[in-house]
């Protein structure tokens, strides 16, 4: 297949639905992430992780089933349960909602890169899926000059 190719945009979300499919630590990790640019995200799953509670979202708690995906405009899968999201991404496909597979690249439509926001300026740094921790590191330098004002972005 050769390595994977994804191309670095910033998706106009405005007025649309975003749902995430699972409630444990890795789901709870990014809608934590979505929270900081959206409220308008339906989480399905049939137990959610404490930290859920203290984020805008509405929870819906059950199991997933297909129809969870009518209406949405982009699906995020988080469920741990590798053959469910492969259910799940292959749902979507047929439907043709994009979805990204946490934790697989090779089966996303989309990633999350490393995200730095502040006010109207998001830097993102992303490893095309490959090296996360490295995205991560590079995000937390740029973070750390604009905190010490090295780079000025107001």
């Keep these: 297949m050769g390595e994977l190719q994804f191309l670095p945009v910033s998706v106009n979300i405005t007025q649309k ?17 979505l929270s900081r ?5 339906a989480v399905v799953a049939p137990e959610f992780h404490a930290g859920f509670a ?17 209406g949405a405009d ?8 590798e053959a469910l999201n492969r259910e799940i991404k292959d749902e979507c496909a ?13 089966r996303c439509d989309f990633i ?9 300026v998001t830097i993102a740094v992303s490893s095309n899926g490959q090296n ?3 995205a991560i590191a590079i995000r937390n330098q740029i973070q750390q000059l604009v905190e010490q004002e ?4 107001r």
């Design 132 to 134: 996360v921790r490295q």
């Design 94 to 106: 047929r439907r043709g909602v994009p979805a990204s597979v946490c934790d697989n690249p090779s």
């Design 150 to 153: 090295v780079i000025k972005i």
């Design 112 to 120: 999350s890169p490393a995200v730095y926001k502040d006010g109207n």
């Design 74 to 81: 982009m699906v995020y899968i988080c469920t741990g349960h």
């Design 54 to 70: 203290a984020l805008p979202f509405e929870r819906v708690q059950k199991a997933y089933e297909p129809d969870d995906l009518t």
């Design 37 to 41: 640019f959206t409220d308008r995200v």
């Design 17 to 33: 639905k975003l749902l995430l499919v699972g409630g444990g630590e890795v789901a709870l990790h990014k809608a934590s992430i």
